[in-house]
T-cell receptor
């Protein structure tokens, strides 16, 4: 596709449930980032992939959060046992490689009720 | 660790006027990039302008320009001839060049409203 695609656009889930958020980066982009944006805040870094490997996962808040990128393209952010505090917009970005411009998707708004 | 501070939560400007958005940052790095991103209600972050720290000349992109003061760690955005489509949240962001991770550190953002 022409840009970074994230699905679903919106997700409502019950506390305690498991959710998966998907990111389709721009074709050929080796670097992929996940950020979390809480209401009224700027995005906060979660995890960075270079190819298939997670090069930096220092931003993941706890072990309920996990992300994969098995073929170096599509990435899935997985959240187990969701809590109300996980409610936020989850943004994905990709870039051709590190130190080049990152392009963002439109995000997934996750609401935990 | 790097920090980015945007102390103005919101600003308003009349269409066709000029507005300046403030940003300060703190880092011990010498080589880095600074960015301004626009986030309209669609949520998609759009790059407005980028400044390399090693360049003394301030970056410009059409109606957008920055005032980069490296010693003061200040990076303000000037929008000239404001248009209604400029209404959005604006985020200042920092990226260090050293190392293998080009993650961005964002400020809290500022809501800009352009009045007709």
């Amino acid at each position: 596709g022409a840009g970074v695609s994230q699905t679903p656009s919106n997700k409502v889930t019950e506390k305690g449930k498991y959710v998966e958020l998907r990111c389709d980066p721009i074709s050929g982009h080796t670097a992929l980032y996940w950020y979390r944006q809480s209401l009224g805040q700027g995005p906060e870094f979660l995890i960075y992939f270079q190819g298939t490997g997670a090069a930096d996962d220092s931003g993941l808040p706890n072990d309920r959060f996990f992300a994969v990128r098995p073929e170096g393209s599509v990435s899935t952010l997985k959240i187990q046992r969701t809590e109300r505090g996980d409610s936020a917009v989850y943004l994905c970005a990709s870039s051709l490689d590190q130190n080049t411009e990152a392009f963002f998707g439109q995000g997934t708004r996750l609401t935990v009720v | 660790a790097q920090t980015v501070t945007q102390s103005q939560p919101e600003m308003s400007v009349q269409e066709a006027e000029t507005v300046t958005l403030s940003c300060t940052y703190d880092t011990s790095e010498n080589n880095y990039y600074l960015f301004w991103y626009k986030q309209p209600p669609s949520r998609q972050m759009i790059l407005v302008i980028r400044q390399e720290a090693y360049k003394q000349q301030n970056a410009t992109e059409n109606r957008f320009s920055v005032n980069f003061q490296k010693a003061a760690k200040s990076f303000s955005l000037k929008i000239s001839d404001s248009q209604l489509g400029d209404t959005a949240m604006y985020f200042c962001a920092f990226m260090k060049l050293a190392g293998a991770n080009s993650k961005l550190t964002f400020g809290k953002g500022i809501t800009l409203s352009v009045r007709p």
